[in-house]
């Protein structure tokens, strides 16, 4: 999945990535369609594209094993096991569609052509970029190094997930910070969702009030939605959690168990916590090859792929097009939007190919299953707008903390995923 669990995010280069002096490279295959990015927008889009008839699709994919991401809060939370979260590659790969075994190193969109980190040429008569969002460890000077160390983890990877696990079940007493980055970053909610149910796991112990707990949230409240706040805000009253808004993570020090907060304005007063667990979600990025290959707007720091929010086909070249966080739309990333995105891409890029003009969009839909404790979630769903959009109108009451939404976060997505959006069915 062309997720960057393992991936360093660096400034994206100024120029292509490509030498214009550089000796033309013939591709080595062309396919109809290549998607790039084996995760859930790719594989479910490819399986999408098939379902409506198309052949000759061709999905770029480096990793071996599949992950659902989703799954992470609870594994970090005790509330899942890791084995849960992985399916090899090859098992949901859709029939028909060949798998390129590589990673992206460029595009380039007038010869209509991705080079491969290995060197091969691959041609295209449609891209559609999937390729996940990358983590910027580096962004905070200190953090990567500190990530070695036994009492610093990120729950937004693999193995992190499993490390911040034991690290929140030892616990008995000290101070526990976890942080959310600001920017564009992928479910940034979910920063929180470890936090809330180790907090409901430290007070089933006796041990909660040993233990402060410090959150770091880049807005002015700590979800950003005003029927949302409200029921966080309860949460976080209800466990003595200390909230730090309208900040951000400014240095780790991994010796001295030292973090070191400020306004995320990047004036004003700092402040030092030290810490005996340290759960951080690091500022994101899209993958640099999207802005060296001339594929991002200009004056978009993030480097995302620079699409028409609606239709999901990029601006300046009908023939590319991108879903997911490495996007340039306007939605939380999240994969509850994806979903939505990919039967929209698969609608418009069969109209394409047919002649006709795309004619669906995209509504921004975005959906955050907040995990307040171990057995309750606020159901986040919501409109570009920021206003409640529900998928299921009869139940607008779901955002309130509840055990039905529990079991559908916890039990019944997993299964959708697997079963259902991943084989493009949904």
């Known amino acids: 999945m062309a997720h960057p669990d393992e991936d360093q ?26 998607i790039v990015g084996g995760g859930n927008g790719g594989v479910s ?17 480096p990793q071996s094993t599949h992950r659902y991401q989703p799954l992470f809060s609870h594994v970090a939370g005790g509330t899942a096991r890791a084995s849960e979260t992985t399916r090899p590659q090859a098992a949901v790969m859709p029939a028909g ?14 010869a ?58 030892d616990t008995r007493s000290g101070t526990v910070v976890f942080t959310q980055p600001p920017g564009p970053a992928s479910c940034a909610g979910a920063s929180q969702k470890p936090m809330y149910q180790a907090c409901a796991h430290w007070r089933a112990r006796g041990v909660l009030d040993d233990i402060r707990v410090v959150l770091v949230v880049p807005e002015e409240t700590v979800f950003g939605l005003p029927h949302i706040d409200a029921e966080l805000d309860r949460i976080v009253a209800e466990y003595g959690i200390e909230l ?12 001295s168990r030292e973090v070191v907060i ?19 979600v690091p500022p994101q990025s899209a993958p640099d090859w999207i802005a060296a290959s001339g594929l991002a707007a200009a004056d978009d720091p993030g480097g995302f792929a620079e699409v028409d929010p609606g239709t999901l086909r990029h601006r300046r070249f009908e023939d590319i097009w991108a879903i997911g966080d490495a996007a340039a739309t306007t939605n939380s990333k999240s994969g509850g939007a994806l979903r939505k995105q990919t039967y929209v891409l698969a609608k418009n890029l069969t109209a394409a190919l047919s002649g006709r003009t795309p004619a669906h969009r995209y509504d921004g839909y975005g959906v955050c299953p907040m995990t307040v404790s171990r057995s309750s979630v606020v159901w986040a769903e919501f409109g570009p707008d920021g206003r409640p959009d529900p998928t299921i109108p009869f139940l607008p009451g779901m955002f309130r903390e509840n055990r039905l939404s529990w079991i559908a976060d916890r039990h019944v997505l997993p299964w959708v995923y697997w079963n259902l959006i991943l084989p493009g069915r949904v």
């Open 112 to 169: 209509r052509t991705v080079t491969l980190s290995g060197g091969d040429v691959v041609g295209y008569e449609h891209l559609v970029l999937s390729p996940g969002i990358v983590k910027d460890w580096d962004a905070v000077p200190g953090l990567g190094e500190s990530l070695q160390t036994p009492h610093v983890a990120s729950h937004y990877v693999y193995d992190g997930a499993q490390k911040l696990s034991a690290l929140l079940r």
């Open 244 to 255: 730090r808004t309208a900040s951000e993570l400014r240095r780790v020090d991994g010796v």
């Open 45 to 61: 889009a490819a399986a999408r594209l098939r379902r409506a008839g198309v052949t000759d699709i061709a999905l770029i994919e």
């Open 262 to 280: 400020g306004p995320r304005t990047g004036g004003g007063a700092e402040e030092r916590i030290g810490y005996d667990v340290l759960n951080v």
């Open 9 to 34: 995010r660096h400034t994206p280069a100024a120029e292509p990535a490509v030498r214009q002096d550089a000796p033309e490279r013939r591709p080595v295959s062309r396919h109809r369609i290549v």
């Open 97 to 110: 569609v060949s798998w390129i075994r590589d990673a992206v190193a460029a595009v380039d969109p007038r």
